[in-house]
Every structure is written in C-alpha cells, then in structure tokens.
C-alpha cells in the first residue's frame, strides 16, 4: 500500500514516533489530538516543525478525512472513541503504530505479548539475541516505539518486540517469524469489556503467521494451552512449562531447563545459575529460550547471557536496605496476577504498598496469595477502599490508607523493623497519581533513598 497522506491520532511519544516516521518518507501528515487544549507550539517542536505536518485538534476536518490512505491510532486512544467511526465511516483503515512500523521495517522479528511478564522476557529475549546478532533493536511496550527504529533496520535485522493487546487491536498485517503469548489473566477489561474479547486480541499475534513461523505458548496456563490448539492449523506451535514436560517444548528437568527440537534433548542450563528470583521468573526465562533458541540463537549463548541477566527495572527489583529493612520496587506489577508474582517473591515479613487506578479488577487471588507473608498493607489510591473491603472478606484486617506514595513510604519506613521488607506492587495501573508504572517506580526508589544516611 503507497502512502501519500495519513492521520495520525495522539501527540504523545507513540503518535509524535509515527508521525515522524512517515515524514521521513514524505508523507503528509494530519496529527490530530482530540484535546483541543494541547499546546500547538509544543507539539510543533517535538515533530520538527516539518510543512508535512498538519495539527489538527479537536475534530478532524474534511480534508483529513478526503485524503487520508490510513489513519495510526496510538496505543492509548480506545479503537472504539467516537471521532474512529468517523474515520471508518470515511473508507480510511486504521493502523496501530505496530503495523505502520512492520510497514517500513525489515529483517526478522520476535513477538512477545501475554498479561504478566511481558517485559522482563522480552529485555532478556533482546540481550541474547543481541548478543548473537548486533543488528537488534528491542521495541514497543517497553519503552521505545517500533516507529522510532525500524527505519534503521535491513534483511539481516532482528526485531524483538513487546506487544501490548492495545497495540494488536488494530493489526492487519503485522507477521512475525516467532510469536509467543506468555500466559493470560483478566486485565484492561474498561477497554476490552469481556476476558474473551481481551483474549482473542492476543491470540492475533498470531493470525498472519504460517507453518514456517513459531508461535510459543505456556503449557501451564490453560487459556494460552488451548490457543496451541487453534494455533496449530497455521503455525508451529512450541509450548513451555514449569510444571509439565511437553514433547517438543522447553521445560523443567531435575532442576534444569531442557529443550526438545525433533529428536534432539538439549541441556540449556541450570535453574541455580539464574540471578533472576522467582517461580515466575522461571516461566519468563524458559518462555525466553524457546523464543531465542527459533530466533536462530545458538544455545551456547543463550545459556550465557540467560544466566547472567538480572531483573529489569520496577520488577520485583531490589532498592536498598535501611535500618535493616529491604525495599523492592515492584511498580510493573500493574494487576493482581502481576502483584501475586511479587508477593510470592517475598521471603520476609512484609509492608506491602498496593492500590491505584481502577482497570476493573478483582482482587480475591492477591489477597489469599499474602499467605501469611503481609504484615501490613498500606492502600493509596482509587482503588484503596475497594481492595481493602476484598482484603476483609478474606480475612485480613491489617490494612493502612495513606493519601499518596510518598506517605505510604513514610509510614512503612516508621514502622518497619529489622529483618522485614517493604515492597511497592500495586494490583493496579499507575494512572491517576503518575504518568506511567515507571515514574511510580521511579518516585518510590527516591522516598526510599531519601532515609538513607
């Protein structure tokens, strides 16, 4: 499809990437934000200030909609918002920022989507096959739109990349050569209103993919399991487990990781050589080998850099310890499955930081994973109340609210004693009091530090 003139929907990083990509190959651009507030001279600068770029806010005016070929809708713009049936009902395709990306990119790419872990598996996936392949770039969800380097990539590219189900809402053609879905547990159902609907988004990471492409799946989740089943019409499908030993898959051995391609057994290394904690981190890294290893990875490097990869940033990661006290910044943990991954975490009594924005979640597992490990949960929030109603039907009464993050740091450093720790996973997204889970991890690092002498 030739590109003369496109919309692109939102001014924040997603938006200002795509808009950029498509001046870099002379395409007209409508930037069009529904808030017709926004700051045109400020908007203006990020884009370059090129003459190919229209700014557009409030509605979308006629020669927009009479010109357009496509219109890339930014991942945090709902495919449902009522100027995209004026889109549509003007003939023009919508694209997520994915697709526009897959468009102008090149070379090979991994996939990686899934509710919980989709981060941390994919920096891992990006090291080893950087490590294999210098011509890697590492995009999208987590933290650099595909749109920002797929122009400097060529045939011998490799692109590993996190998908969000926001992002597979609105694609067409987008095909990777190693698909992986890494588990699924309800979550953004105020955007996808049913678990169905949200799981069906995912599984499209794998519609364009064909027998010759992989698709790798957790055996242990019975909803991933079963799109193996579906998968497996027109594509290959390698699934990976902790618990059970699937033929032909990556699983668990006498405490290492094996993996089955044909009639090959393969020893890929030691579960105690790994410097990542936790049972859910096992998942990430085995779902990791499987994703690599069909990159074209030799297991040799992988084996290297899986063991000497540490957690990434906001992920069940270590902070600082003070007055004998442990801090962990768990800050991704933006849902209950998430969260329920950091508290199993824990080894000590614990302070635990939770609440936020409301994405319509339960919390009944979260609250019966606290296992006898929370010592104090300190609510903050708009989900404070709701969580701590849940956390009184099962049980538990030793709840604290505090008016923001930096109160609830306040209070767990003043009670917290020696041989406890403190540990920020909230259950729920950071939207409301932070821009994002990364300025929320962020904020808490610096309370922390702030006690240290």
């Given amino acids: 499809m030739e590109i003369n003139t496109a919309i692109v929907a939102g001014t924040g990083k997603s938006g200002i990437s795509a808009t950029k990509l498509l001046v870099n190959h002379g395409v007209k651009v409508y930037l069009f934000d529904e808030n017709k507030d926004r700051d045109i001279e400020a908007i203006k600068e990020k884009t370059g200030d090129s003459e190919l770029v229209q700014i557009e806010l409030g509605e979308l005016g006629e020669d927009a909609l009479s010109s357009s070929q496509l219109m890339v809708i930014s991942p945090g713009i709902p495919v449902d918002a009522p100027f995209t049936d004026v889109v549509r009902n003007a003939g023009i395709p919508i694209w997520s920022e ?31 096959v950087r490590a294999h392949n210098a011509k890697t770039i590492v995009v999208g969800n987590i933290g650099i739109p595909y749109t ?39 979550d953004h159902l105020n955007r996808h209103y049913t678990f169905e609907n949200y799981g069906n988004v995912k599984f499209s ?11 790798v799946l957790n055996y242990d989740d019975e909803h991933t399991r079963a799109m193996g089943e579906k998968a497996k019409d027109h594509c290959h499908v390698v699934y990976f487990s902790r618990l059970e030993k699937p033929a032909g898959g990556v ?40 994703i690599s290893y069909y990159m074209g990875v030799p297991v040799d490097v992988i084996r290297d850099v899986a063991t000497s990869f540490k957690a990434v940033a906001h992920r069940i990661e ?37 609440g936020g924005y409301d994405k319509g979640s339960e919390y009944d597992e979260w609250i019966e ?43 767990c450093h003043e009670n917290a004693v020696d041989g406890d720790a403190v540990l920020l996973s909230p259950a729920c997204a950071s939207w409301g009091q932070f821009d994002n889970y990364e300025q929320r991890g962020d904020m808490f690092k610096e309370y922390v530090r702030s006690y240290k002498e």
């Fill in 369 to 411: 994973a606290f296992d006898g490990k929370v010592k104090w949960l300190v609510l903050i929030g708009q989900t404070a109340q709701k969580i701590a109603d849940c956390a009184k039907r099962h049980g538990f009464n030793s709840i604290i609210f505090e008016e923001n993050l930096q109160d609830a740091v306040a209070y």
């Fill in 148 to 186: 920002e380097l797929c122009d400097t990539t060529d045939d011998d590219s490799d692109t590993v990349a996190e998908i969000s189900s926001f992002q597979l809402e609105t694609v067409i053609d987008f095909h990777p050569n190693v698909s992986a879905i890494l588990n699924l547990t309800p």
């Fill in 251 to 290: 699983y668990v051995e006498d405490g290492d990781i094996i993996l089955e391609d044909g009639d090959k057994k393969i020893n890929v290394l030691a579960i105690k050589d790994l410097k990542l904690m936790g049972a859910h981190n096992v998942e990430n890294v085995l779902a990791a080998v499987g």
């Fill in 205 to 215: 990471i794998t519609k364009n993919q064909t027998m010759d492409d992989v698709t």
């Fill in 318 to 354: 270590y902070v600082d310890t003070i007055d004998g006290v442990a801090y962990y910044n768990d800050s991704k943990g933006t849902n209950p499955d998430a969260a329920i991954k950091g508290i199993q975490a824990m080894v000590a009594p614990t302070f635990l930081i939770g």
């Fill in 98 to 128: 994915i697709e526009l990306a897959y468009h102008y990119g090149k070379g090979k790419i991994a996939a990686i989507t899934g509710t919980n872990g989709k981060t941390t598996t994919t920096a891992l996936v990006g090291e080893i």
